[in-house]
């Protein structure tokens, strides 16, 4: 495997933050809009919607710090360190994904829907690819595949997020 310098996994966090950021203030404004306190969703959609929120915010942690910690110490730290977020954010898809198959769970959007499956299949990919490519001890290269799809699964559920809170909404009892 080719060598990382530690500039790119700086800017990879930087990235990541850049995210995290855009999340935050995305949130915050879907808050204090008017979509949130007019929307007639059921309480198991609104569950799902915090469940995946939780689930980007986790996603993206998982470039940011481990970047961090590949930058900033020994890989064996790295390592241990994506271990440590590896099992949270199986456990939050593990909720995600019951979420979804849940009663009326995934039913606000078929964004969501799909963007569950792809993300449960990438998080299978990504919590194992380090060990396929760098054995017990993967070198801080091994990571990279796994941190970008990470990056890339926080940023189309972003987009998943995005689109169904903003997009057109679905009402029972609007006229047909």
């Given amino acids: 495997m080719r060598e990382i310098?530690?500039?790119?996994?700086?800017?990879?966090?930087?990235?990541?933050?850049?995210?995290?950021?855009?999340?935050?203030?995305?949130?915050?404004?879907y808050l204090d809009s008017d979509l949130h306190k007019t929307r007639r969703g059921a309480a198991a959609a609104d569950r799902y919607m915090r469940s995946g929120v939780r689930w980007i915010f986790l996603v993206s942690a998982v470039p940011l710090i481990v970047s961090l910690t590949l930058a900033?110490?020994?890989?064996?730290?790295g390592a241990l360190t994506f271990i440590a977020l590896s099992v949270v954010l199986v456990a939050s898809t593990v909720d995600t994904t019951y979420r979804t198959v849940s009663r009326g769970g995934s039913a606000i959007s078929t964004a969501?829907?799909?963007?569950?499956?792809?993300?449960?299949?990438?998080?299978v990919v990504l919590v194992t690819l380090p060990w396929v490519l760098g054995g017990w001890v993967p070198p801080p290269s091994a990571f990279v595949p796994s941190l970008l799809l990470a990056l890339g699964s926080g940023f189309f559920s972003i987009v998943a997020l995005v689109m169904t809170l903003f997009g057109p909404a679905r009402h029972d009892d609007a006229p047909a």
Avoid: Q
């Fill in 112 to 123: 969501f829907v799909v963007n569950e499956v792809a993300t449960t299949a990438a998080v």
């Fill in 5 to 29: 310098s530690d500039e790119f996994f700086f800017t990879m966090a930087e990235v990541s933050g850049a995210l995290v950021g855009t999340l935050l203030v995305g949130v915050f404004f």
């Fill in 72 to 77: 900033g110490l020994k890989p064996i730290w």
